[in-house]
């Protein structure tokens, strides 16, 4: 359902299939603990990056997506590598909000992170 991985650079984060309400909040306290790991370091929230995978993430069921739209994002940037298929990356799309700009490729999505994007 979701990978997530801290290494020098981001915090990537893969998200994959279709999800159960369960899944929602499973996710949320693992995306905040790496992000609280980086904070411990020394990073400040603001310089938090995050490099989503949702490549393989599937279009998700309304009460889902509401349980979604309701997190807090800790006003972190990301760079999302999302599907091509028009509906789940619409769907995306929203639910991430403002602070997330999507790319077609791995690569663009890194050359964002790494640019003086704020």
């Not at 279009?59 to 979604?68: D, K, L, S």
């Amino acid at each position: 359902m979701f990978d997530i991985k801290i290494d020098s650079d981001f915090i990537h984060i893969a998200l994959r299939g279709f999800w159960s309400a369960e899944t929602v909040p499973a996710y949320y306290n693992a995306k905040n603990t790496a992000i609280d790991q980086v904070v411990a370091t020394g990073t400040s929230i603001n310089d938090v990056k995050i490099l989503f995978d949702i490549r393989e993430w599937e279009t998700q069921a309304r009460n889902v997506t509401e349980m979604i739209d309701a997190l807090d994002d800790r006003g972190i940037k990301a760079a999302v590598i999302a599907q091509s298929a028009m509906l789940p990356r619409k769907q995306s799309q929203r639910l991430a909000g403002d602070n997330y700009q999507f790319f077609g490729t791995k690569e663009e999505a890194i050359a964002w992170l790494k640019s003086d994007h704020s």
